[in-house]
């Protein structure tokens, strides 16, 4: 049973930092590219940041470039996303996804994506 399990959520004021984190437990986690995506209220799901199965290409949306950072630690079975200058506007449901590939092609539409997580809320108070 595939399990994609996102902590570190919470609430943050406008500047500050966050550290989200998944564990992945029932595949190979070596042979899958991951992804974080957020869904705000009312709005679509959105892609946020991605890395390649080896960690060695990383990719990120326009909004959050230069702020955030994503990681991957391929012998513990976990991806991270430091978020840091959050702002407002990065208020959402974070999401850690995951797809079987060994490509570095960038994958940021949600439907390229195998294994979702449920969710870690993420707040920025202004």
């Known amino acids: 049973q595939v399990q994609l399990v996102e902590s570190g959520g919470g609430l943050v004021q406008a500047g500050g930092s966050l550290r989200l984190s998944c564990t992945v437990s029932?595949?190979?986690?070596?042979?899958?590219?991951m992804g974080w995506f957020r869904q705000a209220s009312g709005k679509e799901r959105e892609f946020v940041a991605g890395?390649?199965?080896?960690?060695?290409?990383?990719y990120y949306a326009d909004s959050v470039k230069g702020r955030y950072r994503i990681s991957r630690e391929n012998a513990k079975n976990t991806v991270n996303l430091q978020m840091n200058s959050l702002k407002p506007e990065d208020t959402a449901v974070y999401y850690c996804?995951?797809?079987?590939?060994?490509?570095?092609?960038?994958?940021?539409?949600?439907?390229?994506?195998?294994?979702w997580g449920q969710g870690t809320q993420v707040t920025v108070s202004s």
């Open positions: 029932g595949l190979t986690f070596s042979n899958f590219a």
């Open positions: 996804s995951a797809v079987r590939t060994l490509s570095t092609a960038a994958k940021r539409e949600p439907a390229e994506y195998d294994y």
């Open positions: 890395i390649s199965w080896g960690g060695g290409y990383t």
